[in-house]
Nanobody, 117 residues
Framework: VQLQASGGGLVQAGGSLRLSCAAS????????WSWYRQAPGKQRELVAV????????DYADSVKGRFTISRDNARNTVYLQMNSLKPEDTADYLC???????????WGQGTLVTVSS
């Protein structure tokens, strides 16, 4: 399984970005999906989770009400819609998928999000 993250960039505070995590093959319904982020000098932080049912989700308190995780089965892609961005959201964002049965974990590469004040 290969995961390709994209969609990062430079945005002003208050702006929006949508990150994508494209998976190889028709697998999105077989995995629990997560987005993490890691800012320079900080620990990796779990941002959002979407369970394999495509409905159950959870978010870090710092992004609740601003970020939305979703998936498109037809496109084999998981998204992170980020609204009302703040400078403290600046980080490298990474996606991962965990197979619901084997619990095997796959990581995509990061996509950098920079929010200017």
């Amino acid at each position: 399984v290969q995961l390709q993250a994209s969609g990062g960039g430079l945005v002003q505070a208050g702006g929006s970005l949508r990150l994508s995590c494209a998976a190889s093959g028709s697998i999105v319904g077989l995995y629990d999906w997560s987005w993490y982020r890691q800012a320079p000098g900080k620990q990796r932080e779990l941002v959002a989770v979407l369970r394999s049912d495509g409905v159950t989700n959870d978010y870090a308190d710092s992004v609740k009400g601003r970020f939305t995780i979703s998936r498109d089965n037809a496109r084999n892609t998981v998204y992170l819609q980020m609204n009302s961005l703040k400078p403290e959201d600046t980080a490298d964002y990474l996606c991962n998928g965990v197979h619901v049965i084997t619990r095997r974990l796959y990581w995509g590469q990061g996509t950098l999000v920079t929010v200017s004040s």
